[in-house]
């Protein structure tokens, strides 16, 4: 049987990332949000009720337990932080995922290692329907070389794999995105419903795939406007606006509904009001709260008013911000420069330089069309929509804690650039010029590549050359971005490897370290007046905001760690925790 070359290099190259992602994440311990999430994820399934991190949806959460119901692992049902006599606070989730990975009688690492393996399983089809994509957008060429983007991404290597909505996030953006431009090209029954169920698929993926809505205002009548007939322009809309919401209501009736009246169907109809009632009490629009409880009381939409109370928690965290450390400065704010500059620094120096040969071919390509050409390619038209107004709310919203929200724009980015590529090549008509194009770009290629290896296995600190490298990233910024607890297990080897007795430790991230540790963990409190000796390590996420200039909008303390700033590490757990020795 005769093997297509494409296909064959396209499984090489999933595969080579399905095992860079493995081989990585065997020795990165839990992270931060792995720890509500994990659980969260168990008991929808076992439960069948939502009670339990309702910030985020279901679907990816269910996705990285499934592998866990074979494990025959205890539940710890009969706690109060699972009980929750009272409206529970955030942090609540948090312990229920200590006592569950913990103190329950299961293996914390078997866990881990199984639910992330069901993420990798997700990440590779993620990587296959991408490369399906843009196959049928630009041809063997045009897809390979975005599959390698894809399969070499600092980005996606270091949180594809982690038990988290962000890989959702992608997924979901690309299929609602994909079936909603077939039915916009043939809008007949099928594709209302395929476009309807991609919607719906997206929105209980990731709550900020919400901006898909105001993309697909724009695009829908854009579209009709570009292929209407002369004075039927008006005519055409309307069509297509009739049935936009009828596939909008298909993803709601058919998608949404179903999947979060399955998680409430256990979970008390009196204490789903109650945590309702505490979780969105403070958000600013009394008619969203109002219809919220309103569906909550109801028996059939109960699902619905669990998943717009999510809606709302979400909305109103990203209004609230979170506290966050970026370029020396600490602030419960945001910074209009945070994703920008994370972007230059996080993403592969090799992609900016392919970035701007491709922004040459866009730019000679114009100039050659016309503006009459544009029609033909609407397909970039959209995607250039889709980026711009994810970036727009990126870049005004007030969550600022990680590179990795950008996440949904990059396939579409790396669409736009090998085609901008592509195109430029296309239109040189010098053959020496071509050829030493093409040498160039295979040379990029190569660099972006080689990054990437040489990070393995540290892909959530990942910094390229403009930021200093991985080692001085953390000057940047800290967070999901550098630190997000993954390098405890490195921690452990050095205290067995040099036999210590007794370790002060500050520890950001998931794993209880007095589990681990027992006798030999010592909490350690900067703001003691006297100070530890002997062994003591610190995350660097605790260090960085222990040291950071309080930002005008911030009125916490700080400073609390500038007695350590003079002191050198002899030693780092992986990239992310300094260790000392202080006598």
Do not use: C
């Amino acid at each position: 049987m005769k093997v297509n070359k494409t296909n064959l290099m396209a499984l090489i190259l999933l595969a080579v990332m399905a095992a860079t992602a493995f081989l990585s994440l065997k020795q990165d311990s839990l992270t931060f949000d792995e720890l509500a999430h994990i659980p969260a994820g168990y008991s929808y399934l076992i439960k069948q009720d939502y009670r339990v991190n309702p910030e985020h949806p279901p679907l990816i959460k269910d996705i990285s337990a499934i592998p866990l119901l074979f494990l025959g692992l205890n539940f710890p049902d009969g706690s109060p932080n699972w009980l929750q006599p009272e409206a529970p606070a955030w942090w609540v989730q948090f312990d229920l995922g200590r006592e569950f990975l913990y103190g329950s009688g299961n293996n914390p690492r078997q866990i881990i290692l199984w639910s992330r393996s069901a993420m990798i399983g997700l990440l590779i089809l993620l990587g296959w329907f991408l490369f399906y994509w843009a196959r049928q957008i630009g041809g063997n060429t045009v897809a390979l070389g975005v599959l390698a983007l894809f399969a070499f991404s600092p980005t996606f290597l270091a949180h594809g794999r982690l038990v988290n909505t962000d890989i959702g996030a992608v997924l979901g953006a690309l299929i609602a995105i994909f079936f909603w431009l077939k039915f916009l090209k043939l809008p007949h029954w099928q594709n209302i419903w395929l476009a309807g169920i991609g919607f719906g698929l997206a929105m209980v993926l990731k709550f900020s795939l919400v901006l898909l809505i105001p993309f697909l205002v724009i695009i829908t009548p854009l579209y009709a406007i570009l292929f209407s007939e002369k004075n039927k322009a008006l005519k055409l809309i309307i069509s297509y606006a009739g049935k936009a919401l009828l596939a909008a209501l298909v993803g709601v009736i058919f998608v949404i509904w179903p999947i979060y009246q399955f998680h409430v169907l256990n979970y008390p109809p009196e204490q789903q009001l109650r945590d309702t009632l505490a979780d969105i009490s403070g958000y600013p629009l009394p008619i969203m709260k109002d219809i919220n409880l309103w569906l909550t009381q109801q028996q059939p939409f109960r699902g619905l008013g669990q998943y717009l109370r999510g809606l709302l928690m979400a909305s109103q965290r990203t209004v609230w911000g979170n506290t966050a450390v970026f370029m020396g400065e600490i602030s419960a704010g945001s910074w209009l420069h945070y994703f920008p500059l994370l972007y230059l620094f996080k993403v592969p120096l090799a992609f900016h330089i392919l970035t701007l040969i491709a922004l040459m071919g866009a730019i000679w390509g114009i100039k050659i069309w016309g503006i009459k050409r544009l029609k033909n390619n609407f397909i970039v038209l959209a995607f250039l929509v889709w980026i711009l107004v994810y970036w727009l709310a990126a870049l005004l919203g007030n969550l600022n804690i990680g590179v990795r929200h950008l996440l949904p724009v990059f396939p579409f980015i790396y669409l736009l650039v090998v085609l901008g590529i592509n195109r430029l090549i296309s239109l040189i008509k010098l053959p020496k010029l071509k050829q030493s194009l093409l040498v160039l770009v295979f040379i990029l290629f190569g660099w972006y590549i080689a990054s990437s290896l040489s990070a393995f296995p540290h892909y959530i600190p990942y910094y390229n050359e403009l930021a200093g490298g991985t080692k001085q990233g953390y000057k940047i910024a800290v967070d999901s971005n550098y630190d997000w607890g993954q390098d405890f297990y490195r921690l452990l080897d050095f205290v067995e490897k040099n036999k210590i007795d007794k370790i002060y430790l500050d520890y950001f991230g998931g794993e209880d370290p007095q589990y681990w540790l027992g006798e030999k963990y010592l909490k350690l409190n900067p703001r003691e007046e006297e100070l530890p000796q002997g062994w003591l390590a610190v995350s660097l996420n605790q260090f960085m905001g222990g040291m950071a200039k309080p930002a005008p909008d911030f009125d916490q303390e700080t400073g609390y760690y500038n007695w350590l700033k003079e002191q050198r590490p002899v030693a780092r757990a992986g990239y992310s925790i300094f260790i000392y020795y202080l006598d």
